[in-house]
């Protein structure tokens, strides 16, 4: 296992594929002219050869490593699951938030370290990883299905997953009653230092952005900064500080963790306010990945309606895996959602991530 960082503080193949003929280079695995094109002679394979061809490859590597924002138990038994259906790749893992994962893995590569086969990471970092041209495009087939909203139809990133974004609250803090049920009101001064937020929550703060404009958006933002919220980096971390007491009130939330802490016993409850964000977990096969056989296996896996996608659906409910509806994500019907997308790194949010790090961070 690799080390893991415990301050919780949306791909045709074409990279290489094991050649059905002598390679020239002396280290065809990882020869770049290799990678180009060859994955050509496989198009035409069914999904059964196309298997065969994978699984061989994997074998002969034993070996997938992730670099993942998931929450470390979630990630570990998902990886389990893996490990059941292909017992012959050791599925080893680094687990940070996202831009933990993002620096990790952008430092090795400058260093010429390419560790890291697939990435499990968040919208901004996601384009800005294509932007870098660290990461390769691989249509895997079992994006069929997911809808056109969590995959980048070149084949650069795919969602797996998705998280409701909610507020928690802890009910001997703040009774129900009382709690905010809106962003508007989330600003009233009444919650001064009351609240938590994560330094890393731009790409949320960017399809808030996105859904109401540049100027009210960074209008709230700074209302918001005015009211001194407690920085804490981890998502997990802030729904278990509202669990214990220690933190009133967290507004950015994945909601499934302060509902699993209310169903343990914890004094919490969950508001949804509108619009509602959602935050979806992309996969991405980094460029030069050492064991491209075993990352196409684990992405191929990890997207099937049968495989990961099971995986979470079972351990968090149709919420988690709504990446393969058209329609409205259940429990939040009626009202308007705001998915944070890789696009929202582009122009539009030019000069954003500054403003939220003066507000937010440095005040």
Avoid at 154 to 171: D, E, M, S
Avoid at 202 to 208: E, V
Avoid at 293 to 314: N, P, Q, T, V, Y
Wanted: one cysteine or more; glycine letters at 8%; proline letters at 6%.
């Amino acid at each position: 296992m690799r080390e893991e960082n415990t301050n919780e503080k949306k791909v045709g193949v074409v990279f290489f594929w094991t050649c059905g003929f002598p390679c020239r280079h002396s280290s065809c695995q990882l020869c770049a002219d290799c990678r180009r094109g060859s994955h050509a002679q496989y198009e035409g394979l069914n999904p059964k050869q196309r298997q065969e061809k994978l699984i061989e490859g994997a074998r002969k590597e034993g070996t997938v490593v992730i670099y993942s924002f998931t929450a470390v138990d979630q990630l570990t038994a998902l990886l389990e699951e893996f490990q059941k259906r292909y017992p012959f790749v050791k599925a080893e893992h680094y687990r940070a938030n996202a831009s933990g994962v993002f620096n990790k893995f952008t430092t090795e590569v400058r260093a010429g370290r390419t560790l890291a086969d697939v990435l499990d990471i968040s919208a901004g970092e996601s384009y800005t990883l294509r932007q870098m041209g660290l990461i390769d495009p691989y249509l895997a087939p079992s994006r069929e299905g997911i809808s056109k909203d969590f995959i980048d139809e070149r084949g650069y990133w795919a969602a797996h997953y998705h998280f409701v974004v909610a507020l928690g609250v802890n009910t001997k803090a703040i009774p129900a009653s009382e709690a905010p049920r809106s962003y508007g009101e989330l600003t009233n001064p009444k919650w001064k230092g009351r609240f938590s937020l994560d330094p890393a929550d731009q790409d949320l703060f960017g399809a808030l952005l996105l859904h109401w404009g540049k100027d009210k958006a960074l209008e709230y933002f700074k209302n918001l900064a005015k009211l001194e919220p407690r920085m804490v980096t981890g998502h997990t971390q802030q729904a278990n500080l509202v669990g214990s007491g220690e933190i009133q009130m967290a507004p950015w939330l994945y909601g499934y963790r302060p509902l699993q802490l209310k169903d343990e016993g914890a004094p919490v409850e969950v508001f949804l306010f509108d619009p509602v964000l959602t935050n979806p977990a992309y996969l991405l096969l980094a460029k030069n990945s050492p064991h491209p056989h075993a990352a196409a296996l684990l992405i191929d896996w990890a997207l099937s309606a049968d495989g990961g996608m099971k995986f979470f659906g079972e351990k968090f409910g149709p919420n988690a895996y709504a990446v393969r509806t058209e329609g409205e994500i259940p429990p939040t019907a009626g009202r308007k959602i705001s998915r944070c997308e890789t696009r929202s790194r582009g122009s539009k949010l030019q000069g954003v991530h500054q403003a939220l790090q003066r507000d937010f961070c440095h005040r």
